[in-house]
């Protein structure tokens, strides 16, 4: 699932970056208080999650109104059914750019 996916992915870098103290992000020697660390990484992650729902908002409209279009639309014969389908993606892409924290599950 992508719940799944997003948790390996979170656990994965976050082992990666505490593991390679290099670089000028986020180091220990950083944070000032015990936890501050880790709402440090809270907020990275949860923007990278924000983006990445945009993004996604901004690649369905593209399949949508773009050049490269998807076969789960363009495959529908019925203009009138396809012209709906299409409206809704794209109402959807919508809000994912625009409002990507209304998909967050924040338990």
């Known amino acids: 699932t992508i719940v799944k996916l997003w948790q ?3 656990d994965t870098f976050t082992s990666l970056w505490r593991a390679r103290e290099e670089g000028d992000g986020y180091r220990a020697s950083m944070f000032g208080f015990d936890g ?3 709402q440090a990484e809270a907020a990275f992650f949860r923007s990278v999650l924000l983006d990445a729902i945009g993004f ?3 690649k ?3 399949r949508i109104v773009g050049i490269a279009h ?3 639309l363009d495959g529908i014969e019925d203009a009138d059914v396809r012209a ?3 409206k809704k ?3 959807m892409g919508v809000k994912l750019v625009t409002e990507p924290a209304e998909f967050l599950s924040e338990g």
């Open 8 to 10: 390996v992915f979170q």
């Open 36 to 38: 501050e660390r880790e």
């Open 56 to 58: 996604a908002g901004a």
């Open 60 to 62: 369905m409209i593209r």
């Open 70 to 72: 998807v076969e789960d």
């Open 84 to 86: 709906s389908c299409e």
């Open 89 to 91: 993606a794209i109402a």
